[in-house]
């Protein structure tokens, strides 16, 4: 019981489906299996519309599989994953609030008193580098400063679970790469059980423990599951000039290449 209490996420032969608008099912996920140890770094790539956001969203309780099971530190998830905080792709920040009240929101809700919830999210923005631009709305911060309030607004609820679905996807490359290194510095400070979805091999491999590989869709599902053996701590820099990051994502990328591939010509024949 040990064991089980100690993953983090376990998906067991989830499957996902929804009704088209002209009656048919479509099964997004079929029989995907996996788990995510506590203070494990999981990242899941795969070509777009394979299902990846699908499984986070299993994942957090925001879908219930037709079929399997999620379980959160060896319970059955019934209804939203309260050990999870989430990382969005697009900008969840209210952009009538200030940097800090969006960070303190989180606690603000849950009955922290105001000024408690303002000085421990002027810690965390000090902590994501941004202590000087608290009294800022989002439309005065650049990208990768609004996804610093982003991370801050999340882990300042302390969740066990990272859920991040392409966070740094709009961002350009160098800030993608900042933004990377930061989240690795954050997480090896605080260990969370992190399960990131991304579309950027490079970026997966950089990041993680381990990179799970979805098919194609539909009824797409794990096809790999790689550990990575490069050292820790990383700079997301360095690690990508190694030969052993450059042996590890030819090996993944002759699998995940196929897929792609199917992918493509699927998403063409949809549009034909």
Sequence with gaps: MGGEASTAIALREASVAFRLADGRIYTAVEK???????????????????????????????LRPVSGEARIFGGPLAGLNADA???????????WKTAIDNVAIGLEISGTPRAEALARAQGWLDTVGLGAFAGRYPHMLSGGQRKRVGLAQVLIRDPKILLMDEPFGPLDAQTRQIMGNLLLQLWSAHRKAVLFVTHDLEEAIALADRVVIMSAGPSAHIIGDWRVALPRPRDIFEIRLTHEFHTLHREIWGVLRDEVMKGYAQAGQAVA
């Design 32 to 62: 995907a299996s996996l788990d995510v140890a506590d203070g494990e770094f999981v990242a899941i790539v795969g070509p777009t519309g394979c299902g990846k956001s699908t499984l986070l969203n299993v994942a957090a309780g925001l």
């Design 85 to 95: 905080g989430y990382l969005f792709q697009a900008d969840a920040l209210f952009p």
